[in-house]
């Protein structure tokens, strides 16, 4: 048995070299004769690294000054809850743009704490588009507008950041963080789930304008609280520390492979092979999302008969090709082509796809 391509969509696949580079200091990390995962975090060397990994992730995403950078615990959905709690005031409004399963989940584990209301949805064409730039307006009177940038499920991603205004807007940038550059003066607080694009489970990493962590938002713990883990250095309590550390050797191989502009050129490629084989497939495999809002990451298909599904499933895990049933919500395929996925898995894909459907088409 070997390495297979994985197309799973979270938890994901990693980088081979940070895998290989983890393994040969598992035993023994730098000069401490003990594991990274053995170590205390308030300890000189876990901090240097934790700093690193901060630094590098600030050099890629090019990070203003005035955002504080946070890694945190929960996955993206307690950040669902936790983002009203920090920065609306209970019972103001905020704004949502629903367009798939991840922003509807995220409406509703924040209703408890704001009064969400959808200021635009996709639900009508079944998650296959993004709203059009003018189709709604986020007033002033709303704590914050929040977005979906990538639908992991739905195979949908905004390729424009939508129009706030004055409003902060906010993004659960779980499953597209770090594949392209972000403008991040644009927003008021970005965040990701690690599993998808940074690492393994067990770590949000959470970015914030400073002057929003002065907001008083609900009473609240203070480990529930953006400011006190800010002002701590995400440290209030112990961090997952292997998980973090893990994410900063990401960020190295990012900086290695020249950085997001590097890696946006590689996922287009990347997209561009796996949707063109898609479409020139005679009508074999579909992709039903507009051409506009194509995921560069998440790339959901279905079979021209679901009869052939689990042949599909099958011939394609003996072929090396992992993890590309799709969502139950969605049915059919999803290849997930994160950052870690070299253009050959796609390649691979690609040709099992052409011939699969000669076999059967
Ligand atoms: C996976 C995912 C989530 C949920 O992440 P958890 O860490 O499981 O809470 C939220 N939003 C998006 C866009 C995702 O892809």
């Known amino acids: 048995m070997s390495r297979a391509f994985n197309f799973s969509a979270g938890p994901a696949a990693l980088p081979e070299p940070v895998l290989q580079q983890a393994r040969n200091e598992l035993l023994e990390w730098r000069d401490e004769r003990a594991s990274v995962m053995e170590i205390s975090h308030r300890g000189k060397a876990f901090v240097a690294c934790a700093e690193e990994a901060e630094a590098d992730l600030r050099t890629l995403l090019s990070v203003p000054d005035d955002y504080a950078v946070l890694f945190l615990q929960g996955g993206a959905t307690q950040h669902f809850a936790q983002i009203p709690m920090n920065i609306a005031d209970p019972g103001q409004r905020a704004g949502y743009l629903v367009t798939g399963a991840w922003s509807q989940k995220a409406v509703s584990e924040a209703k ?142 990012l900086k290695d492979q020249g950085g997001l502009a590097a890696m946006e050129q590689r996922n287009r490629a990347k997209a561009e092979l796996l949707y063109g084989a898609i479409e020139s497939s005679g009508g074999f495999y579909r992709n039903p999302v507009a051409v506009r809002a194509r995921s560069l990451m998440n790339v959901p298909f279905t079979l021209v008969d679901a009869a052939l599904d689990s042949a599909f499933l099958k011939e394609s895990e003996a072929a090396g090709l992992l993890a590309l049933k799709g969502h139950r919500a969605v049915g059919g395929m999803r290849a997930s082509i994160y950052n870690a996925m070299p253009i050959e898995g796609v390649q691979a894909l690609v040709s099992f796809m052409r011939d699969f459907a000669q076999r059967h088409g």
Do not use: C
């Open 112 to 253: 408890p704490y704001v009064q969400a209301d959808v200021l635009a949805s996709t639900e009508a064409g079944s998650f296959t588009d993004v709203p059009d730039a003018g189709s709604f307006a986020a007033t002033s009177d709303l704590a914050y507008l929040h977005y979906t940038p990538n639908e992991t499920i739905h195979g949908v991603e905004f390729n424009e950041i939508p129009d706030a205004g004055a409003v902060p807007l906010v993004a659960d940038f779980s499953s597209s963080i770090l594949s392209r550059p972000i403008d991040v003066a644009r927003h008021g607080i970005i965040y990701a789930g690690a599993q998808k694009n940074i690492g393994p489970s067990g770590l949000v990493v959470l970015i914030v304008r400073k002057d929003l962590l002065e907001r008083g938002g609900h009473p609240k713990a203070k480990v529930l609280t953006y400011a006190a883990q800010a002002k701590d250095g995400s440290m209030l309590n112990t961090p997952p520390t292997l998980s973090w550390y893990l994410a900063g050797l990401v960020f190295k191989w």
